[in-house]
């Protein structure tokens, strides 16, 4: 049995490995603050854990107002909320700490960065899928 804080941990790391790599492709999108190495990882690590706080508390809100707009577009408005998402996480770490995610434009940044963060967060959280079940989880 995998140990909840571990799994937590784990998962926040990889969102946050993640969001690094898609900061490294996407131009507007970038990580704000930190002199030193261990302070940017820490930064990239507490925006990973806000951005999966904003995605457990707000996004199912925001999902069930949308099912209209789900419905609609076929499921493609999901891109939308993801990018908002970020949104909102960039503008939580922006105007609580003055360091973190900073996003220049909704359109199109945060949607390409969406877009990015769901692929590169896929294909890294597979050998924690395959691990898992390994394991017996």
């Not at 937590?8 to 900061?23: E, H, P, Q, Y």
């Not at 930064?43 to 419905?71: D, E, M, Q």
Request: aromatic share 12%; proline share 4%; net charge positive.
């Amino acid at each position: 049995m995998i140990n909840p804080m571990a799994s937590f941990l784990g998962r926040a790391a990889v969102t946050g490995l993640a969001l690094w790599v898609v900061t490294l492709i996407v131009p507007g999108i970038s990580f704000v603050g930190g002199d030193t190495t261990v302070q940017k990882i820490g930064i990239v690590f507490v925006v990973a854990v806000i951005f999966g706080l904003v995605n457990a508390l707000i996004k199912p809100i925001v999902t069930l107002l949308s099912i209209p707009l789900y419905i609609l577009t076929l499921g493609l408005f999901h891109v939308v909320v993801n990018a908002f998402m970020l949104w909102i996480t960039a503008w939580i770490t922006e105007h609580t700490t003055h360091w973190g995610l900073q996003i220049d434009q909704f359109w199109w940044t945060a949607i390409w960065a969406a877009i990015l963060l769901s692929l590169v967060g896929w294909v890294f959280s597979m050998p924690m899928r395959s691990a898992g079940r390994a394991i017996g989880g």
